[in-house]
């Protein structure tokens, strides 16, 4: 899938491109982004290189979406946000940061609400979920605001920074989204 631009009022998605790199390094050397994700810690120059090209590669095998997240009003690359599909099931994970200085602008939502659109319309999913860490209610309102419900709190389920947390998972199916769509009598 080539060339796709999702199209916000506040921002645009497109897949990452080599020149990313600096902005994600800068970005997500943050020690918040660091304590709700996954990005190395510290964060080493390369390891952004290493990202932008492993997930361009898994675009070009359709095998997960990455999408740099683009303020129009700044024309700044403000985060990522990537849609990793579980084969078989019909249904992907989603992961996502925000770069500190572009929070509270309603990039998050904006750019989930894409995201799943993109998901249901375009690859034809059927369930699509997201999880934050217990601590992160930020992540939690994003989900919500979004339209994804709350399913249940995963224990202790992901093991980070030398310790276990508990995820909290939300969930959209086709059916919840379809219904969303409906036209409002
Ligand atoms: C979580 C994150 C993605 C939010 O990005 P954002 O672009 O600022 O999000 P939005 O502006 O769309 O929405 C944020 C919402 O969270 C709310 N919020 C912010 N801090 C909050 C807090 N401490 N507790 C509860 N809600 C909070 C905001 O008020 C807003 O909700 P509202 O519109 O109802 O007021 C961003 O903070 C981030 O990248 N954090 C670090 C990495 C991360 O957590 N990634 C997600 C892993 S699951």
């Given at each position: 899938?080539?060339?796709?631009?999702?199209?916000?009022?506040?921002?645009?998605?497109?897949?990452?491109?080599?020149?990313?790199?600096?902005?994600?390094?800068?970005?997500?050397?943050?020690?918040?982004?660091?304590?709700?994700?996954?990005?190395?810690?510290?964060?080493?120059?390369?390891?952004?290189?290493?990202?932008?090209?492993?997930?361009?590669?898994?675009?070009?095998?359709?095998?997960?979406?990455?999408?740099?997240?683009?303020?129009?009003?700044?024309?700044?690359?403000?985060?990522?946000?990537?849609?990793?599909?579980?084969?078989?099931?019909?249904?992907?994970?989603?992961?996502?940061?925000?770069?500190?200085?572009?929070?509270?602008?309603?990039?998050a939502t904006t750019a989930l609400r894409l995201l799943i659109e993109f998901g249901f319309e375009t690859l034809k999913l059927n369930r699509i979920e997201a999880g934050h860490?217990?601590?992160?209610?930020?992540?939690?309102?994003?989900?919500?605001?979004?339209?994804?419900?709350?399913?249940?709190?995963?224990?202790?389920?992901?093991?980070?920074?030398?310790?276990?947390?508990?995820?909290?998972?939300?969930?959209?199916?086709?059916?919840?989204?379809?219904?969303?769509?409906?036209?409002?009598?």
């Amino acid at each position: 899938m080539k060339d796709l631009v999702l199209q916000g009022e506040a921002l645009f998605m497109r897949p990452l491109e080599t020149r990313d790199a600096a902005d994600i390094l800068a970005l997500a050397r943050a020690k918040e982004i660091a304590d709700n994700t996954f990005v190395p810690s510290p964060y080493p120059p390369e390891a952004a290189d290493e990202f932008v090209r492993t997930r361009r590669e898994l675009w070009s095998k359709d095998e997960a979406y990455v999408f740099g997240i683009i303020e129009k009003r700044s024309d700044c690359f403000a985060g990522c946000m990537g849609l990793h599909p579980v084969q078989d099931h019909f249904r992907a994970e989603v992961g996502y940061w925000i770069g500190k200085p572009f929070w509270g602008r309603g990039l998050a939502t904006t750019a989930l609400r894409l995201l799943i659109e993109f998901g249901f319309e375009t690859l034809k999913l059927n369930r699509i979920e997201a999880g934050h860490f217990a601590s992160n209610t930020a992540s939690g309102r994003v989900m919500q605001k979004a339209n994804m419900s709350f399913e249940a709190v995963r224990r202790q389920a992901f093991w980070h920074r030398d310790r276990f947390k508990d995820a909290h998972w939300y969930a959209i199916l086709r059916e919840d989204y379809e219904r969303q769509c409906l036209p409002k009598k």
